[in-house]
């Protein structure tokens, strides 16, 4: 299994990024798939997780800026991200459940998974 984020990259207050997170060897419409994100000195934090439903749910830092989607022809998880704060600045990280590592899913229906499979992460600078 392997999922590969890209689309990372350094935008000023109020800009917009679209992260992508590439799946090989799993089939993203069969587990819960989500975005974490981890900034320096913090713990790793969910932002957002859809289900294999389709169904989506965010933190609370996420609503109404962040939205997450996949593409199943393309088995590619995205997070468009609008209106970016310096808060939002962190590495990036792709999860799908249903794999051996420790993850703490957290929001929606995902919280019953209590592990899955990480990307290497992509990381996201926002400046003001």
């Known amino acids: 299994v392997q999922l590969v984020e890209s689309g990372g990259g350094s935008v000023r207050t109020g800009g917009s990024l679209r992260l992508s997170c590439a799946a090989s060897g799993y089939i993203v419409r069969r587990y819960c798939m989500g975005w974490f994100r981890q900034a320096p000195g913090k713990d790793r934090e969910v932002v957002a997780v859809i289900d294999s439903d389709g169904t989506t749910t965010y933190a609370n830092s996420a609503k109404g800026r962040f939205t997450i989607s996949r593409d199943n022809a393309r088995n590619t998880l995205y997070l468009e991200m609008a209106n970016l704060e310096p808060d939002d600045t962190a590495m990036y990280y792709c999860?799908?459940?249903?794999?051996?590592?420790?993850?703490?899913?957290?929001?929606?229906?995902?919280?019953?998974w209590g592990s899955g499979y990480w990307g290497q992460g992509t990381q996201v600078t926002v400046s003001s």
């Open positions: 999860a799908g459940s249903g794999g051996p590592y420790d993850i703490e899913w957290e929001l929606g229906i995902c919280a019953r």
